[in-house]
């Protein structure tokens, strides 16, 4: 068996953040040799990335640092090519990101986006989107084999160090069941891991669509050319507010199962101001703070832009729910392996996953001789060993600090991420110049 | 592997009503400021403004002045602002070189005169009150009165600091400057200059420069109120306004030069010879490099009528002029950002379509397609876009289009009234992309948006 094969399986290994593995760099180094040297015959961008930096080998992990893609590599095909359906062009486009040929995929009467989606999934291409505020979605391909080995990595690190999924509870996610969208994987990995059969409740089984996406973002570009009418506007508008209105109503009616059954370990997940409804509903029945199980699992997060909530709606969610089990976990679409929290509220690396430390400007790899006492903080990026789909090298834009010391407060091996991360400015932040575009502006109107 | 040795922090100094304050109490990291003391930052409106009385031509033989020690520098004072500006601004150091050697320049009299004439209609209604005519006969005069604004200012290009105190001067306002980030130096630089050849005169009096963190509400929500400054003048990107408007209101107006884009027109004539073509091209790359393509100023996109080998043909010739070194243009390679990169090697996929011309050294890059790419082109790269006709490139321009240059320039009479109705504020014949002053600017007369118009109505009697 290969190095990185060792490293990936060595997560099933009982206690596997618990014990120190000497040879864990120069292991990486090599799993990262052999899947760089796979990988670039079959990746069109990898190879032309490593042609343009002179890389033929990795020979230190320095080598790998021009071959990460940034997460725009993932949104580089002509916006043009969605809003004209041709979709025969974006899978030329996908192959250029992928291991697996896409020509397999039949294109024929394709009827939007999503469609397109469900094609590559039927082709064995497991795509995933996101949404990036500019309206443009990213499509990151994986296989099959991948999104199992996602799943079974889950199922060792979500919870860690607290609970380990057995099936054996009832699950509440306050999202869709459906999507091609890694929060809605993660939902459906966690159902499958954690989950009673049977007792696993999702907020819709509507589906999120990429097109809905993709319609806001096409509207927005008529609005910047200025053909849309003020009545499309509306009726896209009311469409969203009705939709909104459809999600509330469906939370409300889960809420009173949530409640009914808060002395049972549940598991339950949505973001704040779903909590903030849910309290307020517990309000009203005279449920007090801190009166669910101890063993329940409860996770808050996602974005709070344009949702008013109370300033202190963090320590309202976390006085509400009480003494019950919060597993935090860094992680990102891109990424297969999340890090899951430890006590010491720090983010433990899982062995499959190569941690590359960048300055800010994401050139200059850094050690642990670019800190005091081995504490760096720089740009995170990594190389995931999971991915059989794509490249995993990324670099991201957050702010990350990694403890490099041997061992981390909490007793396991280090290094570790600390509890701070934060997004790196937009460069030149105070930086005031005269040209531009007014795309934001036009954008605003339908995001906020 | 060494970290680097640290660097102490640039001083910035400030300008206080015309005296330079030094000091670093303020760590920016980067660079350190004196301490901002608010109080000193405002002009009571219990008193006019230092400059009210002074007669135009005054102020213009004070800034004519200016320029002159700008451009001689004898206390070095310049240079030494040029040294520290190569330290902290984006642009390469050949670029600054020639900016400031050109700031003495930009207080010409003949054009400061022109811009009053322009902008407000003559001296006599800055100096004092015009008489007006009135249609139901009543006596009435007119004065383009001074007020208190903060500026806001781009620090993309020199220029604008120049061209900021010379607006502010012209009309006797007094004048804060918050200075930006990516140009620490000029507006300073100029201001004493300034006080040198006036010292305590009410013009040099008349202005004030520091920096503070963009939208730090301790400093922007304590002076941005209708108690201490009538205008908000705000160059630029989406922050800038964006904070700005948190504070506009009633008595607090927003004079907003907004975030811009500016492109080409190129006919078929273009194709008429090699050296047409050539000429054409010069002035592409011209038009395309203004502030190393950081200006507003500066085309990005350019609409072409021709086959797809004539453009490519045009692709070639453009992208090997936007390397070259211009009064305005290095030929220092920028570093391509990555975003950029990685747009450009998803449009790789797609070489029928999207022809890229040029490497990623930074040295200049053109994308040849069929429509306008995703991505904002920056740091010397344009998207040369085949059209049938010009006129079908009219629905790409929106209010955001700044300046469009035309060729051949006989065209623009056929194409203005469509673009101007589309958004755009300014049609000029290609390679004349490079702004003049006492024109329009960005659709408004600057003056004319900086004074308040005021009347005093009624005879003697």
């Known amino acids: 068996m290969s190095v990185r094969r060792d490293l990936i399986e060595s997560i099933l290994e009982p206690g596997v953040f618990d014990r120190a593995d000497p040879d864990i760099e120069a292991k990486q180094l090599e799993a990262a040799r052999e899947v760089f040297a796979e990988r670039r015959g079959q990746i069109g961008l990898l190879r032309r990335r490593a042609e343009e930096a002179g890389v033929d080998e990795i020979k230190s992990m320095r080598d790998l640092v021009p071959l990460l893609f940034a997460h725009t590599a993932y949104k580089s095909y002509p916006q043009s090519f969605i809003d ?83 099936k054996d509870r009832a699950c509440f996610f ?39 996406v993709s319609r806001a973002a096409a509207l927005r570009t008529r609005m910047a050319d200025g053909t849309a009418t003020p009545g499309e506007i509306e009726a896209f508008e009311n469409e969203a507010r009705e939709k909104a209105a459809r999600m509330d109503a469906a939370l409300d009616a889960m809420t009173e199962s949530i409640l009914a059954r808060r002395h049972e370990p549940i598991y339950l997940t949505g973001m704040w101001a779903q909590h903030m409804m849910i309290i307020k509903r517990a309000r009203k029945l005279g449920i007090p703070d801190g009166d669910f199980s101890p063993k329940c699992v409860v996770s808050a997060g996602g974005g709070v832009k344009g949702v008013s909530l109370p300033p202190d709606y963090k320590e309202q969610v976390a006085k509400f729910y009480g003494d019950v089990i919060r597993p935090t976990a860094y992680g990102m679409t891109e990424m297969a392996q999340m890090m899951p929290r430890c006590q010491c509220m720090r983010y433990h690396r899982p062995p499959g996953l190569i941690w590359l430390l960048l300055d800010a400007s994401g050139e200059r790899l850094l050690g642990p001789e670019d800190g005091p006492n081995g504490v760096v903080e720089g740009r995170f990026g990594f190389l995931d060993l999971i991915y059989e789909g794509r490249w995993g090298g990324l670099i991201t834009g957050d702010k990350v600090t990694i403890d490099f010391a041997a061992t981390c407060p909490c007793g396991r091996p280090g290094p570790t991420i600390l509890d701070n991360i934060t997004r790196f400015a937009q460069a030149g932040d105070d930086h005031i110049g005269c040209a531009g575009t007014i795309d934001s502006y036009i954008r605003s109107s339908l995001t906020e | 592997m060494n970290a680097p040795a640290p660097v102490p922090p640039l001083p910035v100094p400030h300008v206080v009503k015309g005296t330079t304050i030094f000091g670093n109490e303020q760590d920016y990291g980067r660079f350190a400021t004196p301490k901002l003391n608010l109080d000193s930052m405002v002009w009571p409106r219990s008193e006019p403004a230092p400059a009210a009385d002074v007669p135009v031509a005054e102020i213009i033989d004070v800034l004519v002045q200016t320029g002159e020690r700008l451009t001689r520098d004898p206390d070095g004072a310049l240079a030494e602002a040029l040294e520290r500006s190569v330290k902290s601004n984006p642009l390469p150091r050949d670029v600054l070189e020639r900016s400031y050697a050109s700031l003495g320049r930009i207080f010409n009299r003949a054009m400061m005169e022109f811009q009053i004439e322009q902008e407000l209609g003559g ?76 010292p305590g005169h009410p013009i040099a009096r008349s202005f004030s420069a520091a920096y503070w963190r963009g939208g730090d509400a301790a400093i922007e929500g304590m002076l941005f109120r209708p108690q201490f400054f009538d205008k908000i003048v705000a ?124 490497g990623y050294e930074g040295r200049g890059l053109v994308v040849r397609s069929d429509a306008p790419v995703d991505f904002y082109p920056d740091n010397k790269i344009v998207n040369v876009v085949r059209v049938a006709d010009l006129r079908d490139a009219v629905r790409h321009v929106s209010v955001a289009t700044q300046t469009v240059g035309v060729y051949p320039a006989a065209r623009r009479t056929e194409l203005r009234d469509a673009l101007c109705s589309a958004g755009t504020q300014r049609v000029v014949a290609l390679g004349l992309a490079q702004p003049e002053s006492g024109l329009p600017h960005d659709g408004f007369y600057p003056l004319h948006r900086f004074v308040r118009w005021v009347t005093d109505e009624g005879g003697n009697n």
């Open chain 2, 235 to 358: 160059w630029g990107g989406e922050s800038t306004i964006r904070g700005a408007l948190k504070y506009v209101g009633p008595g607090f107006e927003l004079v907003a030069f907004d975030p811009k884009t500016s492109i080409s027109m190129i006919g078929r004539e273009a194709f008429a010879s090699e050296e047409t073509l050539d000429e054409v091209a010069t002035r592409g790359a011209f038009d395309a490099t203004v502030m190393n393509q950081q200006a507003c100023t500066s085309s990005r996109f350019q609409f072409i009528e021709g086959t797809v080998e004539q453009v490519d043909r045009y692709c070639a010739k453009l992208q090997a002029k936007l390397g070259e070194e211009r009064p305005t243009s290095s030929s220092t390679p920028i570093p391509l950002p990555s975003n950029i990169r990685d747009e450009l090697d998803g449009l790789r996929a797609f070489e029928d379509d999207y022809r890229v011309f040029g």
């Open chain 2, 123 to 198: 001296a006599d209604l800055i100096d004092g009150w015009r008489e007006v005519a009135t249609t139901s006969g009543r006596p009435a005069r007119i004065r383009a009165f001074p007020t208190r604004l903060v500026h806001i200012i781009a620090g993309n290009a020199p220029g604008v600091a120049a061209q900021s105190v010379i607006r502010g001067a012209l009309t006797k306002c007094v004048n804060l400057f918050k200075l930006p980030s990516n140009d620490l130096y000029s507006a300073t630089a100029i201001l004493r200059a300034l006080s040198a050849v006036a």
């Open chain 1, 84 to 166: 004209q359906g041709r979709w025969d062009r974006m899978l030329q486009w996908m192959q250029t990101l992928s291991v697996d040929r896409t020509d397999n995929v039949n294109v024929d009467g394709v009827r939007g986006v999503d469609d397109w989606i469900d094609r590559l999934r039927e082709g064995g291409h497991i795509v995933l989107a996101t949404s990036g505020s500019s309206g443009k979605c990213s499509f990151l391909n994986h296989t099959r084999g991948d999104s199992a080995m996602k799943r079974r990595h889950a199922s060792v690190a979500v919870g860690w160090p607290f609970v380990r999924g057995a």
């Open chain 1, 174 to 212: 306050l999202g869709p069941s459906e999507g091609p969208n890694s929060a809605i994987e993660a939902s459906q990995n966690n159902a499958a891991n954690f989950g009673r059969p049977g007792d696993v409740h999702f907020l819709t089984d509507e589906p999120l669509l990429i097109s809905e």
